[in-house]
């Protein structure tokens, strides 16, 4: 048996270390991770009760249109039910777009380093995937991703904030482009820490879909929300984008656990605040530490900080590891000195900071 050519080369995503294996490994009774961008303070209390509560309907298959979650999250974003659809996490929300709308004749553009999936999921439906690198700040080339548009041009994806550099694109900046795209060009600005940001410049763009009929949001559960294991995020566009994406959407993708959670999580704004807060702080307190290192670091508006060891990322991150704590660090992202840490909570960031001084010692500068 043979499988489709344009997969044969696809790699296998390689997920953040799991604790468990690494306790397991290097014998650690305790292990931090600041890998994958996970919430450190866990979900709403509120959504915790829901998924319990939702325990005696293990049996009956959820609703495949997750209409109350629907119309909750129409409602909190001003749009009308037919604009949203949801997918087990925003990841699935992405491979149901590249399934909808993307061919082996169509062209689309990517940042990089970004997040894999956009690339991952173009190229299984066989679509070319032109990448365009960030700027010496770490930020989307808007003007240079603007240039390799054109009459194949089907998806530009945005990552906004971007991961893993966790810079963002602003309004006027985001305005500019969807001015100079032209129609038939689909934008998706995939907003997975949205939540986290807190500046002021950042786009608000919901109502950038009153104005602009090809843009597509992503949005997820998995991050400020603290709901990752249950998998459920989603897209808001135009009806007829909505329509076509739903088209492809298998019948029940999203758990009645992950909907009922949601429900409850997108209504506890205490939480997310309380989340949002902390997040800034820790954010503060990083890089008050890095900067007393003198280490470099891209400006960080998600719940993660892209920092400069100034010495072989990986072996950075093997010295973390060995003292119990998993960052990210991937040779792909085209950054040998760099590693990725999530923010984590007070007492965890200082633990992180006392083992990359320890590791700062132990690698030598490349
Ligand atoms: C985490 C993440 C997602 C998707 O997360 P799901 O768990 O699939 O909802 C999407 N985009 C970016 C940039 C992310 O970092």
Redesign the pocket.
Known sequence: MKPKQNIMHLPVYQPGKPIDEVKRELGLTEVIKLA??ENPFGCSPKAKEAIIATVEQTSIYPDGGAVELTQAVAAELGVQPNQIIF????????LMIARAFLTPQDETIAAFP??P?YKHNAEVEGATVIEVSVDADGKHDLGAMLAKVNERTKIVWI?NP??PTGTILNEQEIVSFLDAVPDHVMVVL?E??VEYTVNGQFPDSIALLNKYKNIVV?R????IFGL?SL???YGVGHPDVIRSVNQVREPFNTTSYAQKAALAAVKDKAFIEFCRDANAKGIAQLTAAFDEMGLPYFDAN?NFIMVDVKRPGNDVFQSLLRQGIIVRHDPSWGYPTMIRVTVGSEEQNDKFVDALKLALREVAVS
Do not use: M, P
């Not at 997918?87 to 992405?94: F, Q």
């Not at 997820?220 to 991050?223: A, C, E, Q």
């Open positions: 994958s961008n997918g087990a996490g925003s990841d699935e929300v992405i970004t997040f999936q990552c971007n991961n995939d997975a820490y992503l997820t559960f998995s991050k990752a998998r459920i995020g998600g």
